[in-house]
């Protein structure tokens, strides 16, 4: 059984997955505006990724004989000054992302709540690689700069991101 501190945190990440989900959706939608159809992809593809890390925290929440409560999703942001201007965005949000689970792995430990504990250690290590993506392609893009054969070239590369696999998602 969930204590109801961990559960209405729980709840709280739901809605982060799902506001982020919403941010990339729009980060998307920008860039096919832009016909950078290859950046949309890779922001369609983050979406999807950050919908399944919402029903990770869903499945678990239930298993757990908790409550899941759905909040309503605040409004992204449609329009940015750059390509660089997005992935700089979006790269803040995975560090709040961040903080927001290790604060949710400080309060599993106050709560003695093992479970739980071990279970966000899945989103440990995937906001590692999430950081790290993200940074990556920030420094693309500085080194890119106004080069638009650069550019469409990284359009082709982001273009070709595969679906990750359900259970790596
Ligand atoms: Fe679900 Fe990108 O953090």
Redesign the pocket.
Known sequence: MLKESVEKALNEQINA?LY?AYLYQSMAAYFEDKSLAGFAHWMDLQAE??QA?ARKIYDFVNERGGRVVLEGIEKPKSDWNSNLEVFEDSLEH?EK?TAMINDLVALAEEEKDYATHSFLQWFVD??VE?EDTFGEIVDKLRLVGDSTQSLFMMDDKLGARAEAPAEEE
């Open positions: 997955e982020s990724e950050e890390h995975e992302v995937e906001q999430e």
